[in-house]
T-cell receptor
Framework: DSGVTQTPKHLITATGQRVTLRCSPR?????VYWYQQSLDQGLQFLIH???????AKGNILERFSAQQFPDLHSELNLSSLELGDSALYFC??????????FGSGTRLTVV | GEDVEQSLFLSVREGDSSVINCTYTDSSSTYLYWYKQEPGAGLQLLTYIFSNMDMKQDQRLTVLLNKKDKHLSLRIADTQTGDSAIYFC???????????FGKGTTLSVSS
């Protein structure tokens, strides 16, 4: 157990739908990073939050959004889902700014 | 721009040494990482090296950094079948910035 908790582990949904992925960082970690892993694109950075504030955006689509709550958990919202959004979504947390700890991921399947 | 490249596949025999190579393009990268991903699992941090270091050793793992050539390698001594996994090289420009990953090297260990 890495200490980073992601729920749900698996999600199957239809095209056009909206889903929310949840991440609880390791205790004490203020930073949360979201990544998408697909076979063709590899691991792509989506967005970074630090203590509730957005710090950096990567290759995140406009249909996707995220937030970090006062208790430091984060949610990634994916809307108007397309088949191509099927992927593994990881979150990672960090306190020191190096040594990022990853969760076990949420596997999203869009049918 | 930022880019991290790795060879896609490496096959070794049990007991041999494995060397996984990585090149990165951003000379200002401060931290370089190696992560391991087993099938169906998240990413496990193996080791990291600061850019002011040339080498780091941790049990069976040796990391070599050549800043001039922007080349990073991970050597696994006495490779075991349990080392079979995908190994990702990653860089971050400064502490706290998002990791940029390579596409991963699949290590296959045969007995």
């Amino acid at each position: 157990d890495s200490g980073v908790t992601q729920t749900p582990k698996h999600l199957i949904t239809a095209t056009g739908q909206r889903v929310t992925l949840r991440c609880s960082p390791r205790s004490g970690d203020l930073s949360v990073y979201w990544y998408q892993q697909s076979l063709d694109q590899g691991l792509q950075f989506l967005i970074h939050y630090y203590n509730g504030e957005e710090r950096a955006k990567g290759n995140i689509l406009e249909r996707f959004s995220a937030q970090q709550f006062p208790d430091l958990h984060s949610e990634l919202n994916l809307s108007s889902l397309e088949l191509g959004d099927s992927a593994l979504y990881f979150c990672a947390s960090s306190s020191t700014g190096y040594g990022y700890t990853f969760g076990s991921g949420t596997r999203l399947t869009v049918v | 721009g930022e880019d991290v490249e790795q060879s896609l596949f490496l096959s070794v025999r049990e007991g041999d040494s494995s060397v996984i190579n990585c090149t990165y393009t951003d000379s200002s990268s401060t931290y370089l990482y190696w992560y391991k991903q087993e099938p169906g699992a998240g990413l496990q941090l193996l080791t990291y090296i600061f850019s002011n270091m040339d080498m780091k050793q941790d049990q069976r793992l040796t990391v070599l950094l050549n800043k001039k050539d922007k080349h990073l390698s991970l050597r696994i001594a006495d490779t075991q079948t349990g080392d079979s996994a995908i190994y990702f090289c990653a860089e971050s420009i400064t502490a706290g910035t998002a990791l940029i990953f390579g596409k991963g090297t699949t290590l296959s260990v045969s007995s």
